[in-house]
């Protein structure tokens, strides 16, 4: 029998002109530079203006750039997944619309809700439905208009996250390439420290939950920051040595960009040099479900046929994980 794997075939991504710098936010709360960038990273983040267009708008034009790169027929697209915190309504699945859009209209499709982490459940649900043979093409977008739910008055999330999308197309390949492995973990207890606490079923939107800023992200930042180095550094050390690999067989780290220390400390304790790690949040901030995809648009033309990537991500909920696996094409 042929041993199927699930390979990403074509990257695209979005992010929007207008650039929150840091020098910007200094105008607006009680930050500066200096701070900012010294604790996250952070130089700049995307913002999309426009208060007619959702996170719909994102993922469309992070689709329509693979598209165009790839000439891919969106007719035979099998199924769109759209990992989102942020989707254009809480009714109305987001992803049926992004396919309508796109001309995807053989496809079904859903949203994927996992913070920070929903990219990298969508790559572990996207590799199984093309590993078990059921479906060839599997379009994967992660778009979070971050602003439409931040305050911008709260300067301990506000320096924090941007707008952004990114998509990947997940397809069979029989030469080994693809997905390898994976390991994916969650924890309820960890859900007050990030959260929207109102506009869901335990506290509906209200008068009062609007005038008490309850629908925008809450992050107990030292909390998850202490979560979140300890977790993503714990599933990417595991999955390297449960395949029996060494720092010498990865070619790159694909680390969540939430913070430049977190991303530091994933990389030393897998021990690579920054040289082999993704980074992109000087430039984009923590754009939640895009910023794995956003990293690999980035870099893909360094990408080599056979190289190995461990992905990792750590989100609200907590949800976190690691993935391994194998680049299957070379960019010309
Ligand atoms: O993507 C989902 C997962 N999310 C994450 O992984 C984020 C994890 N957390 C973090 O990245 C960091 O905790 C933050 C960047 C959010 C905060 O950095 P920190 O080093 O943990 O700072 P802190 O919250 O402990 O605050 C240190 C000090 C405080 O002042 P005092 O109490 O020491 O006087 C804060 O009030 O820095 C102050 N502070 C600020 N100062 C200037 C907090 N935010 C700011 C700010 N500018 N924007």
């Known amino acids: 029998m042929i041993d199927i794997k699930a390979a990403i075939t074509a990257v695209g991504a979005y992010v929007p002109e207008y650039r929150l710098t840091n020098s910007i936010l200094e105008t607006m709360v009680d ?60 009714v109305a699945s987001t992803a049926a619309y992004v396919a309508t859009q796109i001309g995807a209209i053989n496809a079904f499709s859903y949203d994927l809700m996992a913070a920070c982490s929903g990219f990298l459940y969508g790559m572990s649900t996207a590799s199984a439905y093309i590993e078990s043979g059921r479906y060839k093409k599997i379009l994967l977008i992660g778009a979070d208009k971050m602003s439409s739910i931040i ?20 397809e069979p390949n029989t030469e080994g390439n693809g997905f390898q492995d ?14 929207i606490e109102a506009g869901g079923s335990l506290m509906p939107a209200s008068q009062e939950t609007v005038e008490n800023n309850r629908h925008y992200v809450f992050q107990d930042g030292k909390n998850v920051f202490k979560h979140a ?18 720092n010498d067989d990865i070619d790159w780290l694909v680390p969540h960009q939430a913070n430049k220390r977190i991303i530091d400390a994933t990389a030393k304790r897998i021990d690579l040099p920054e040289d082999q790690v993704m980074i992109n949040i000087h430039k984009y901030g923590n754009t939640t479900s895009a910023t794995l995809p956003l990293c690999l648009n980035d870099y893909e033309k360094q990408l080599k046929k056979g190289d190995q990537l461990v992905f990792a991500a750590f989100g609200g909920g907590f949800t976190w994980g690691s993935i391994l696996l194998k680049w299957a094409y070379n960019t010309n």
Request: charge should be negative.
């Open 151 to 170: 305050d911008y008055k709260d300067r301990a999330t506000c320096i924090i996250f941007g707008d952004g999308a990114g998509a990947v197309l997940f």
């Open 229 to 246: 180095v300890s977790n993503m550094a714990d599933v990417s050390e595991q999955i390297v040595k449960r395949n029996d690999l060494t």
């Open 182 to 195: 994976e390991i994916l973990r969650s924890d309820g207890t960890g859900r007050n420290f990030l959260r």
């Open 31 to 90: 930050t500066n530079d200096e701070w900012i960038t010294s604790r996250t990273g952070i130089k700049e983040r995307r913002i999309l203006k426009d208060p007619t267009q959702g996170s719909s708008f994102l993922a469309i034009q992070a689709a329509h750039d693979l598209i165009n790169k790839t000439q891919l027929d969106p007719t035979t697209i099998d199924l769109v997944i759209v990992a989102t915190v942020t989707p254009d309504m809480p």
